[in-house]
């Protein structure tokens, strides 16, 4: 090769890696420029957040263009403290600024469309919840919280049937947190059938309760109905009676049920029978049936008179009050006994008589579905009435 062409060669090879060094050294210096001015910015968010200035940091990290492991963080972080402290929109906008990233990791971006799809459930925007969740629960990576947020979408738009089939997938994935909840699903259709009177219908739903949870008080409740519009005292009896061995809670809503189909089916006795059965095998106590028959407004039974006298008997502050009225020393007679039971229902009607046993919410109907903490059949009766007004009680701890 000749001199003067080796001379050119080595020139333009020396020239070429010269260039090749320099570019590159400049776009290490632009990325360098740029993450030290990214890293200011997020720093004067963090700054704002520490300042107690929300307003001004949802901005500054709204602004950064790249959002990188360190920063996506803070990201996720800001946006569940709006949340939190109930600033919806504020979350719903940082939550859709990762998800609109297309440089993230899928997990990343998987877990900013959960947080968003939280975060319109709790503004209340349940079709856009909806439609992320669906989503999120046939192609995420946590299909348990999508499809449980589902069913309490579906249960809250009273959508039952979506809610039951949530339910099912919820369950092939994962352990619902109210595994009986379903079989309230198909009472609820099956109440509205019998609304309808679509009895064959009702029927079918009440079978779907009964194969879901085994020995159910509110579908024998429901059955039992049923079989009452159907002209089967018989049956109804047998499953009235049945659920108040089971679920003695559930002794006010049954009790006048019991009442009537036993003089229906021409068997009065029967109502005795299932009240003195509870007594002797321990399901309850006669005070306890007397109190779910005030609260119920079904006290016209001799029996049930019987067991008023006996909570006068047990009930110290009771006696203390109805014996002023009373002559001395004398038996209240079962007329008394009876205005007696009709004075406590009036004082009943005007408290609380359900409680919720989770979340100690106050009710004065008896609700399958607590609307605080929505979890099913936790109402329970208040036993105890309380006379002083809620100014007067010691305030409870927070
Ligand atoms: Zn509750």
Known sequence: MPTDVQQTFWWTLAGTLALGWGVTT??????????????????????????????????????????????????FALGSLYRRRGEVERAIRVHQHIVDRTSLSTDTRDAALTELARDYFRAGLYDRAEELF??????GREPALALSHLVRIYEIQHEWQQAADAHKRLRNVGVPEQPAAIAHFYCEMAEAAIAAQDYRRAIEHLDSATREQHDFGRSAILRGDLARRQGDPGLALQLYRSVIRRDFHLLALVLPRLADV?????????????LEELVRNGAGNPAEIAYAAIVSGYYDDPLILDCVREMLTIDSDLRDMTAAFLPSAAEPTREQLHAIAGALRNVVLRHARYRCSQCGLDSSTFLWHCPACHAWDTLRG?????????????????
């Open 134 to 139: 669906l989503s999120l629960a046939g192609s």
């Open 26 to 75: 400049w776009r290490s210096l632009v990325r360098r420029k740029r993450r030290h001015e990214r890293r200011a910015r997020y720093l004067e968010g963090v700054r704002y957040l520490l300042d107690d200035k929300p307003d001004r940091a949802l901005e500054v990290f709204l602004s950064l263009s790249e959002i990188d492991d360190e920063t996506v963080d803070t990201h």
């Open 262 to 274: 036993a003089k229906q089916a021409g068997e009065p006795q029967q109502f005795d029978e299932a």
């Open 382 to 398: 208040v036993a105890a009435l309380e006379f002083l007004p809620k100014a007067a009680l010691p305030r409870s701890a927070a």
